[in-house]
């Protein structure tokens, strides 16, 4: 596989790895701890979300949540409390417990005692409520664990319908599922998902909305309009703050859409005539498109594209963006959307990008994609769970913060 260069303006990884440190110092975590920690995202399923047998799978789980609930639920942690291996008490008693009824953990052993098997259960917890597997009770985990039985219940009461809803639309021969909760894709063929992703959806406070689509082109190192919306928000504070900040990512001003090229050191950008000119950057690695782009048109002016972040992908809870969607394995995507289409496999996509070529490969058959907001589901025996991080849950659940508080330096981006 060729590689590509990729730039970005972001924080050096000791300054992450430092700030990342601290602040796992401060919740009561040691160093080796903060160490184990440093674990990749699992992949994304490969059963799909939105299924005849998944409304089946999970209408099952709805039936033992009734009975959870029916038999009184599940006991509660305190708040503020950090719970690992090698502690005791009554403490551990009761996290012991919650994970029985779930089925995390097997009844028996030293119910006061934090062992290995205890961490373990701990572990398939965390990961199948979207958390990293670190052992440690704390923070989100202890948040997630005190959603209370009926809440839960509700959720994936929830969850059923949207799966009932979306299931005409998922059952065309070949869609693309891209679950802004779980920030994942999957590319499903005749029900069999052939290829995945991780993704990167929106903040809370700029969420990818829930739209219907078809992928009609792919586009080829791309340019960038900046939306009018992320102009004024984001890039001309941070002209004002970096008079280089437009040569440094390769962006261009422009008079309007369509425009004559205006040279941006005669702008007054503290002045209100900043906000009439638009702009665009050039193709290319540092491009915040990446390089390759899903042309889906829809009323949200939203699709899936590539990222120069790639660091994003290592997240857990990859709520980044301002609305559109990056994609990690953007070439296998694209290739398969295109399998067929005159040749363009992955090896040809990534030749064409090697040698510059810019280029609109029309889709004849236009690939229906669908960004849906699922936050439960059943998958393998286990019932997962999500954050609802945009509170379309009908206050369901909402275990924890805006992922994106803690990036320290986001460029400007979509």
């Not at 059923?160 to 999957?186: C, G, H, K, Y």
């Not at 290829?195 to 929106?202: E, I, L, M």
């Not at 025996?381 to 659940?397: C, E, I, S």
Request: hydrophobic share 40%; proline share 7%.
């Amino acid at each position: 596989m060729r590689e590509f260069p990729v730039f970005s303006n972001k924080p050096s990884p000791a300054m992450v790895a430092l700030l990342s440190l601290a602040l796992l110092l401060l919740t009561g975590v040691t160093a080796a701890e903060a160490q184990r920690q440093r674990s990749l995202p699992p992949e994304p399923s490969r059963e799909a979300w939105v299924s005849v047998s998944a409304i089946d799978r999970l209408s099952r789980a709805i039936d033992r949540y009734r009975d959870i609930v029916a038999a009184g639920g599940w006991p509660t942690l305190p708040d503020r409390i950090t719970l690992r291996l090698g502690d005791s008490g009554t403490h551990i008693a009761t996290l012991r417990r919650r994970l029985e009824i779930n089925g995390d953990v097997r009844p028996g052993g030293d119910r006061y005692q934090f062992d290995s098997v205890l961490e373990a259960g701990v572990k398939r917890y965390q990961i199948r409520n979207g958390l990293e597997p670190t052992g440690i009770v704390y923070g989100i985990t202890q948040r997630a664990l005190n959603v209370p039985a009926e809440t839960r219940l509700r959720q994936l009461e929830l969850n059923l319908t949207r799966m009932q809803d979306w299931l005409p639309r998922a059952l065309a021969p070949r869609v693309i599922l891209m679950n802004s909760a779980s920030f994942e894709l999957q590319a499903i063929a005749n029900g069999r998902v052939e290829v995945t992703s991780r993704t990167v959806a929106g903040k809370r406070a700029t969420p990818t909305p829930v739209v219907s689509s078809a992928i009609r082109a792919i586009n080829l190192l791309p340019y960038w309009h900046v939306p009018t919306s992320i102009a004024r928000a984001a890039l001309i504070p941070a002209i004002r703050k970096d008079p280089s900040y437009l040569y440094r990512e390769h962006i261009r001003v422009f008079s309007s859409f369509g425009g004559e090229e205006i040279d941006p050191a005669v702008v007054n950008w503290w002045g209100p005539e900043a906000n009439r000119y638009v702009f665009r950057q050039d193709p290319g690695p540092h491009n915040a498109l990446g390089l390759l782009r899903f042309d889906m048109p829809n009323k949200h002016i939203v699709y899936l594209h590539d990222t120069p972040m790639q660091s994003l992908f290592r997240s857990f809870e990859r709520a980044y963006s301002a609305g559109c969607v990056r994609t990690e394995n953007y070439l296998e995507v694209a290739a398969w959307i295109l399998a067929g289409e005159g040749g363009w496999t992955r090896q040809a996509l990534e030749d064409a990008i090697a040698a510059s070529q810019r280029k609109t490969i029309k889709v004849s058959q236009p690939v229906p994609v669908h960004f849906i907001y699922l936050t439960a589901w059943e998958e393998n025996g286990t019932v997962q769970f999500r954050n609802d991080l945009y509170n379309l849950d009908d206050g369901a659940q909402d275990s924890g913060g805006d992922a994106s508080a803690s990036v320290m330096s986001m460029p400007v981006a979509p």
